[in-house]
């Protein structure tokens, strides 16, 4: 009999791809994913997945170096040699190669999920991917409509929902704390990501990079959607080195449960700070509050020449084993675990992708963040043009039945229809 297998093609191997995804199926691809599923409660599938055989058939970069050094990385850990694809488009050439795929895990830059998403589920492949799952609602919705065509799956990697600290927040502290009234979330990233290692951050922006953590976790925990949102940015660090990004995006959404939640994003930590990124979040209930402090957990260190330092273990970290390989757990490799079990669960159990959605991270959850996402940019750059011209951070979105309006009280004296401008018309 042949044994069930589940065939993954990994799109984007530079910092997270690389790392994270590659490490991830690595584990997979040496023991398969039983070991991994108490962690996210889903331990009852435990004995029917054991026998299940992951393979990364295929990894795929821009350029041939990177394709070559990853598929290189993976067999050193696993002996097993996945093919190396790279170009523009390289998703085309692995779904012409591979028809019997399973899963395409998606960790390209952030403007460039939609295209490889979609040509997977073309081809009824299931699609694991990097937040954000797009930049606008439009695509969202595309996204969505392609994998209910076709029953697939589109889970989005969404890992601080797996945070253990967020999980008991979700299942207990935030019920403790009462309704909640508002609350910060911040995620501040080194400088080097923006000035080195990221080749397109002119085509994205800090909240748009890393806000969608926490506007998806906010969602888990409350499943408020957006009523209303502001947001301003600035420019002044990263065009010393000539590049045209912002260097962080603030952006306040208020949400039809009556919070209201600033969202602090920047890539212009200086590489001096302790730990690899600084991140948190609290929230002000009607009966309490609840601090998360992600970054700063407690463990520090310092020794000659080396700062002071600390270290976020519950992200991911290795675990020793015997034969001297290194397992690699943590909330970081939890959120691509649901997403595959929600295709095991399809693929050998029948089950439609309704019936497994309370699984993971579905598109239709991420859809809320991309609506958040694409409303900030917009009212972001109107904001940072008016700021320039002195006129103030006046514009703002609304969210609704009738969609997404841009509200822009500059425009006042061109008529009604210019200060309110629908970007999308369909309901939140
Ligand atoms: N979940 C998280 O915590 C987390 C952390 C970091 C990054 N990310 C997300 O992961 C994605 C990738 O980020 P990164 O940090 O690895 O960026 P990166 O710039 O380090 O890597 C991008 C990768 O995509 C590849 N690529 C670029 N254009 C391509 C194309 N046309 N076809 C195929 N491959 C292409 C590059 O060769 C590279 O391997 C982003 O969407 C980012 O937001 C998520």
């Not at 675990?337 to 669960?345: E, H, N, P, S």
């Amino acid at each position: 009999m042949t044994q069930p297998t589940i065939k993954i093609a990994l799109v984007g191997a530079g910092m997270f791809g690389g790392d994270v995804h590659l490490r991830a199926y690595a584990d997979l691809q040496r023991f398969g994913i039983a070991g991994q599923l108490a962690r996210v409660g889903l331990d009852k599938f435990s004995r029917d997945l054991a026998p299940v055989k992951f393979e990364l058939v295929a990894v795929a970069t821009r350029s041939e170096k990177s394709a070559k050094r990853a598929a290189e990385e993976f067999l050193r850990i696993t002996s097993y040699a996945s093919r190396a694809y790279f170009g523009d488009e390289p998703w085309h050439d692995i779904l012409r190669d591979f028809p019997d795929l399973d899963v395409l895990a998606v960790a390209t830059p952030d403007h460039l999920h939609t295209q490889p998403i979609l040509a997977a589920l073309a081809k009824g492949v299931h699609v694991l991917t990097e937040k954000p799952m797009c930049l606008t609602t439009a695509e969202a919705d595309q996204i969505i409509e392609a994998a209910r065509a076709k029953n697939r799956i589109v889970a989005v990697d969404m890992h601080k929902r797996y945070d253990p600290d967020h999980l008991r927040i979700r299942d207990d502290i935030q019920k403790r704390i009462g309704a909640p009234l508002y609350g910060t979330a911040f995620l501040e990233e080194p400088l080097e990501v923006s000035t080195s290692t990221f080749k397109w951050v002119e085509s994205s922006d800090p909240f748009s990079y890393v806000g969608p953590h926490w506007t998806d976790l906010i969602y888990s925990y409350y499943r408020a959607k957006p009523v209303s949102l502001t947001a301003v940015g600035q420019k002044k660090r990263l065009v010393r080195d000539g590049i045209n990004a912002y260097d962080a995006v603030q952006v306040r959404v208020d949400f039809d449960n009556g919070m209201s939640i600033n969202f602090h994003n920047n890539w212009i930590t200086p590489p001096d700070f302790e730990g690899p990124v600084n991140q948190g979040h609290e929230i002000v209930g009607a009966d309490g509050k609840v601090e998360s402090d992600q970054q700063y957990r407690g463990f520090r260190w310092w020794n000659k020449g080396g700062g002071s330092r600390t270290s976020n273990n519950h992200f991911t970290r290795d675990v020793l084993r015997a034969d001297g390989t290194r397992a690699y757990v943590g909330y970081g490799v939890d959120s691509l675990t649901v997403g595959l079990v929600a295709v095991c669960r399809v693929k050998f159990a029948g089950e439609t992708r309704d019936a497994v959605a309370h699984l993971y991270p579905t598109a239709e959850e991420a859809r809320i963040t991309c609506a958040i996402v694409d409303a900030a940019a917009r009212v972001r750059d109107l904001n940072f043009k008016y700021l320039a011209e002195g006129k103030g951070a006046t514009v703002t979105a609304r969210f609704g039945k009738d969609g997404i309006t841009i509200c822009d009280p500059n425009r006042a004296n061109e008529g009604a229809d210019k200060v309110f401008q629908c970007i999308y018309d369909k309901a939140i």
